[in-house]
């Protein structure tokens, strides 16, 4: 028996199958999830979940959100998320290059906050593809 995941996004559903083990980006940290968890609620990071199927690891690129595990089922609803596979490397590379300058160019807090938000997507996109 596995640990069926489910990812849900806004706009779909990004992951809806069975894995042996689970890497989630929480607000406090990595957190590893088996089957026979204890029941758990936490808030996600923007950062890269990794679920391993067989002995391959997928990584998935969260935009924050929330995760629930409760008998072997793990439900996680995102703001966004994109699977590593999905991503062009050099595209993505460009990107954290840019939101990097960008947040070396913030002025004023708010800006600052909307570039520091930036550079943490750029930075797991360009980690989800490595």
Same mark, same amino acid.
Not at 44 to 51: A, E, K, Q, S
Not at 111 to 124: C, G, S, V, Y
């Given at each position: 028996?596995?640990?069926?995941?489910?990812?849900?996004?806004?706009?779909? *559903?990004?992951?809806?199958?069975?894995?042996?083990?689970?890497?989630?980006?929480? $607000?406090?940290?990595?957190?590893?999830?088996?089957?026979?968890?204890?029941?758990?609620?936490?808030?996600?990071?923007?950062?890269?979940?990794?679920?391993?199927?067989?002995?391959?690891? *997928?990584?998935?690129?969260?935009?924050?959100?929330?995760? /629930?595990?409760?008998?072997?089922?793990?439900?996680?609803?995102?703001?966004?998320? /994109?699977?590593?596979? $999905?991503?062009?490397?050099?595209?993505?590379?460009? /990107?954290?290059?840019?939101? *990097?300058?960008?947040?070396?160019?913030?002025? *004023?807090?708010?800006?600052?906050?909307?570039?520091?938000?930036?550079?943490?997507?750029?930075?797991?996109?360009?980690?989800?593809? $490595?």
């Amino acid at each position: 028996m596995a640990l069926h995941i489910s990812i849900i996004a806004p706009d779909r *559903t990004v992951w809806d199958s069975n894995a042996e083990e689970v890497i989630l980006p929480s $607000s406090t940290g990595q957190l590893g999830i088996l089957r026979g968890h204890a029941p758990l609620l936490t808030a996600l990071d923007i950062g890269v979940m990794r679920v391993r199927t067989d002995k391959e690891w *997928t990584p998935i690129v969260l935009m924050g959100g929330f995760a /629930e595990v409760e008998n072997d089922e793990l439900t996680i609803l995102v703001n966004g998320a /994109e699977e590593g596979a $999905s991503i062009d490397k050099e595209a993505a590379q460009k /990107e954290l290059e840019e939101m *990097t300058q960008r947040f070396n160019e913030a002025e *004023t807090s708010k800006e600052r906050i909307q570039a520091t938000q930036n550079l943490r997507k750029a930075r797991a996109r360009v980690q989800a593809t $490595s």
